[in-house]
């Protein structure tokens, strides 16, 4: 089985990092990147295969080397040290200066399990994107991972973000590689975003667990809220674990009351659209030469965040009203389809404790 080697500082609780750090399945493969969550500390790990001749070993040497961060935000930047390390670490097994070094210049205090070396629980992203702090939140680099998610799944891509901001138990399958499936976690994350103050302090947090296996069952057993990634197959049977299941572009879920919410409708379609029109635009922009301060990220990330904050301030308006009575206009209003966001509408309103009358009729029921 897979071994800690070696770690800095040496008296922390690395149980079960072995297994987060080396995805199920990678002996498939050459090298790859993942992505994953230890306690309140998310992590990097850089992975390498290398053949060699040895019978000990099996005619493989297979190392991860990866760090720990009370946040996930800035970790990329370590990608190509990391890299680097890796295939150090192959070449020259036990040599470990570059890596303590490199410990030594960047430490800092990480909590503790109870989190008590910080005075408060650290954020793991804003709930405010300006588009110039922006660059400082991606988990990526070079930029292109939300452009390479939306390509991915296309239309589906509005049955993800509905299932995200209803906080929904999201679990990803992909066989390795998996780094580009952990950018799908933290894209899928991101399409869940609000920067309206004071919405919904009960509401669970959005937590991107990235990468998890079987050793994380009992784990994600308590959460009511996540989106994680897995490379293991048997997770699909294990139903109580998750509410939606999406194995390479299928999104499902066994859950009856959120079947209507994996249809497309008229207005899911017009957001596309909506969405493929401002890409086309700023492509334009860029090839015209203008100067374009934004980017494709930063596009992707405010068009579903602005879409959420006119959902959430219609809500909250019609709450304060007197009759408290949500329509049919109120719902076009907001870019969402009477009928067809019916029950997405209805879910909205009770994950987030809005209290607010819904008067669209149901075509089925006159």
């Keep these: 089985g897979n071994m800690v080697e070696w770690c800095l500082p040496q008296d922390i609780d690395l149980e079960g990092v072995e297994f987060k750090s080396m995805a199920s399945g990678s002996h498939k493969i050459q090298s790859d990147f993942i992505y994953f969550r230890k306690g309140l500390c998310f992590g990097l790990a850089c992975f390498a295969n290398m053949p060699v001749e040895s019978e000990l070993e099996r005619g493989a040497r297979m190392k991860s080397v990866g760090i720990l961060s009370p946040s996930y935000t800035l970790l990329y930047r370590y990608m190509h040290f990391l890299e680097n390390q890796v295939r150090h670490q192959l070449e020259m097994p036990g040599h470990y200066s570059h890596l303590e070094a490199f410990y030594d210049d960047k430490k800092g205090v990480l909590p503790d399990s109870k989190g008590t ?38 239309e589906q891509i509005l049955v993800l973000w509905k299932f995200a901001l209803l906080r929904k138990r999201i679990l990803i399958f992909s066989p390795p590689p998996v780094g580009v499936v952990c950018y799908r976690v933290y894209c899928c994350c991101c399409l869940a975003n609000v920067s309206l103050p004071g919405l919904g302090g009960t509401v669970p947090e959005s937590k991107p667990f990235f990468y998890v296996n079987v050793a994380d069952i009992e784990m994600l057993e308590t959460e009511v809220s ?27 879920t066994h859950h009856e009351h959120l079947q209507p919410l994996l ?62 009575t949500l329509t049919a206009d109120h719902a076009r209003g907001m870019g969402l389809d009477p009928q067809g966001d019916r029950s997405f509408l209805m879910d909205l309103l009770e994950v987030y404790g809005i209290d607010v009358m819904l008067v669209i009729d149901n075509p089925c029921c006159t």
């Excluded at 992203?125 to 680099?141: A, N």
């Excluded at 996540?226 to 674990?241: G, H, M, P």
Aim: hydrophobic fraction near 35%; proline fraction near 3%.
């Design 117 to 154: 070396a910080t005075s408060q629980q650290p954020v793991h992203w804003l709930p405010s994107i300006h588009r110039y702090m922006y660059p400082e939140m991606k988990i990526t680099h070079p930029a292109g991972c939300m452009s390479q998610f939306i390509k991915f799944f296309g």
């Design 226 to 252: 996540y989106v994680a990634c897995t490379t293991e197959k048997i997770f699909e049977e294990k139903r109580d674990l998750y509410d939606v299941y999406v194995d390479n572009q299928n999104v499902k």
């Design 263 to 324: 249809k497309i409708n008229n207005a899911d379609k017009e957001k596309y659209r909506r969405l493929n029109d401002q890409r086309q635009m700023l492509m334009y922009s860029q090839e015209v030469g203008e100067d374009c301060s934004s980017c494709e990220e930063d596009l992707f990330i405010l068009f579903f965040m602005e879409q959420n904050n006119r959902i959430f301030q219609t809500l909250m308006e019609v709450s304060a009203s007197q009759d408290k």
